[in-house]
């Protein structure tokens, strides 16, 4: 366990908002999804950067869920908070929203994920980082769930390792 005093959720919550222009468009009219996800890269970097009190990498994106279609003219709004601490790494949940940019309708979600980062000194070496303390009941329930999440993560990663160390003879055609 770390020395480290803990962090509310709420001291790293960051919001990261752009308007989408012809530039970031796909094929189909509508914008990248790669350009979404370096959106929800920076705004779970900068948060794990102001969480950690330094240079933290992405390790792992996973769940990266797009609901529906944004479009040229959307503004959209990234929202990440630290969901999890362990001992050096983070996972950091994302929100997705946009409006349209010339109206007054409220923002929907159009898309989440989850990241992990971990924090890193200088030379590039894990460092630890602060437990997050969660500041409600949602912000406990997430923390709950990112343990979850953290524990399926290491049991996939240690099957498929497990998997390809296994000396396995073909079986021979029938």
């Known amino acids: 366990?770390?020395?480290?005093?803990?962090?509310?959720?709420?001291?790293?919550?960051?919001?990261?908002?752009?308007?989408?222009?012809?530039?970031?468009?796909?094929?189909?009219g509508t914008v990248h999804g790669g350009v979404i996800m370096k959106l929800v890269d920076d705004a779970a970097g900068a948060v794990a950067g102001r969480h950690s009190g330094g240079p933290?990498?992405?390790?792992?994106?996973?769940?990266?869920?797009?609901l529906v279609p944004v479009r040229v003219g959307d503004l959209v709004h990234v929202h990440a908070q630290v969901n999890w601490t362990g001992r050096t790494?983070?996972?950091?949940?994302?929100?997705?929203?946009?409006?349209?940019?010339?109206?007054s309708?409220?923002?929907?979600?159009?898309?989440?994920?989850?990241?992990?980062?971990?924090?890193?000194?200088e030379d590039g070496r894990p460092r630890e980082v602060p437990p997050v303390v969660?500041?409600?009941?949602?912000?406990r329930r997430r923390f709950q769930e990112a343990?979850?999440?953290?524990?399926?993560?290491?049991?996939?990663?240690?099957e498929i390792k497990e998997l390809r160390e296994r000396k396995t003879t073909p079986t021979p055609p029938a």
Request: hydrophobic share 40%; proline share 4%.
């Open 56 to 66: 933290a990498v992405t390790a792992s994106m996973d769940e990266m869920v797009f």
């Open 1 to 28: 366990m770390t020395d480290l005093p803990g962090k509310p959720t709420a001291a790293s919550r960051t919001t990261l908002s752009h308007i989408m222009t012809q530039a970031d468009v796909n094929l189909l």
């Open 147 to 158: 343990q979850i999440r953290g524990t399926h993560r290491l049991a996939r990663r240690r």
């Open 105 to 121: 309708t409220p923002a929907s979600q159009v898309g989440s994920a989850y990241l992990v980062f971990a924090a890193v000194d």
């Open 89 to 103: 790494s983070m996972e950091i949940g994302v929100r997705v929203m946009a409006e349209r940019w010339n109206e």
């Open 134 to 139: 969660p500041d409600n009941d949602r912000d």
